[in-house]
């Protein structure tokens, strides 16, 4: 019996024998083909010829997109693919090469070749199918003003998967072998590279056990895969997230895999993101697992909090409670006062609390925890910073990176730029009542790269943040997206510029 190879199984062939991709965009709307061939006329809209795929556009989900205007143009030019660059949100648009490398375990990745975006064949034995030995990376190329298409720090993604191939014992591609398989995976797709300000170039790598294994084990061979998908923004509401609190399910544990890219961190998120969205919500706030108690992860980024807190603002029970703890403010106490203003004693007053400076609680000018601290007479000790370069509010938070939180690339870049402009960055556990009482919160990540977040609903209290055009937020996404897209001089060194692109 002929059996017919799993590729030409899976596409159809145009009237010259050009295998075609049917490219799903929605149930309400008839796919459009494209073939592999950038030589070959995009055919016209119609209905696919290969049945499987007929019967899959009938199942796949909705895409978010207007209805009204096709995703995809009927025309391209030389420069831009033939996409509605004004209707581009976050789902997949095939474009046309991928990159594919491989090795045995032990080895070296090879050179690895850039070909045609389509199905690849693998071992129904292989190590990611049976025992989700897999890894995945996300980062995004921009095009400039100028011409110019660069990359975001794909060193940290380079190291990240490296971080993550050694704790699920794989095989991994060097720094310089994964930077220079992205920029030649951007290179063969430029022309899916959005015009500037219409979005990005999403780019996917996978690290994947693809040899055979039936016990649990490493696999023997391993595949090192980038595609790409030009998108938009990942949230199409222009207002900020409305989050819920997840009290029920745990994304990760200490000594577990939270702390890397690992596919199988993202699978178990599904079913509550799904609950979560069902009801109303953007997305979901996980808890860590070993109290309950403090905020962790969004469903695929990491969180802020911002609060305004008085360093010189102590009352007896407060500062009796953090003395027993034995840290302030994450560790550290920054400023102390002894001295109250009006309006601070009228507000303690009206609570009928006493005020007392932690001078009156511990000996400020011996204890360990205190970098700064005011006599009565209002002289300054320690380091010598002062109050006064310290204003209230100007302290940002968000959880550490201990093993169950991952290390977000946007996260790290958020914190510096922060620091940056006087804010003080703690990484530290946040509890919810933090999180409930916070002035401002937000999320950061490849795909959304900062977002503010409206509401937070934790069981039946909902709380509103400040967003808009003074939130830090936008402040911190303005500074971000200028340097990722070449509006402002790039003083850190963060963007790769890919050669040849103008060719």
Known sequence: ????????????????GIPRVCLLLSPYKKPSVKSFSKHINPPKLGTPSCSRC?????????????????????EANEKYANVNWEELGFSLIPTDYMYMSKCKQGESFSEGEIVPYGDIPISPCAGILNYGQGLF?????????DGRITLFRPDQNAFRMQTGADRLCMT??????????????????????????????????????????????????????IYASPVGNYH?????????????????HTGGTGGVKSCTNYSPVVKPLFEAKSSGFSDILFLDAATGRNIEEVSTCNIFITKRRHHDL????????????????????????SKVTKPEEEAINERNED???????????????????????????????GLESIEPGNIVSTPPTSGTILPGITRKSISELASDIGYQVQERDVSVEELLEAEEVFCTGTAMVVKAVETVTFHDKKIKYRTGEEALSTKLHLMLTNIQMGIVEDKKSWMVEINGCDE
């Open 1 to 16: 019996m002929h059996l017919p190879s799993p590729i030409a199984s899976n596409l159809a062939l145009d009237p010259n």
């Open 54 to 74: 007929l019967h899959l556009s009938k199942m796949a989900p909705s895409v978010p997109h207007s209805s009204s205007v096709p995703l995809l143009k009927s």
């Open 137 to 145: 990376e996300g980062l995004k190329a921009y095009r400039t003003e």
């Open 172 to 225: 991994s591609p060097s720094s310089d072998q994964f930077v220079q398989a992205v920029k030649k995976t951007v290179l063969a797709n430029k022309k899916w590279v959005p015009p500037p300000g219409k979005g990005s170039l999403y780019i996917r790598p996978l690290l994947i056990g693809t040899g055979a294994v039936l016990g649990i084990a490493s696999a023997p061979e391993y595949t090192f895969l």
């Open 236 to 252: 199409t509401a222009s207002s900020g997230l409305n989050l819920i609190v997840d009290h029920t399910y745990r994304r990760a």
């Open 314 to 337: 102590y009352t007896v029970e407060r500062a009796t409670k953090e003395k027993a703890k034995g840290d302030f403010f994450g560790g550290e106490l920054t400023a102390v006062r």
């Open 355 to 385: 005020f007392v400076s932690l001078a009156d609680v511990l000996d400020a000018e011996h204890d360990p925890h205190v970098t700064d601290y005011a006599t009565d007479d209002g002289v300054w000790g320690g380091e010598g910073r």
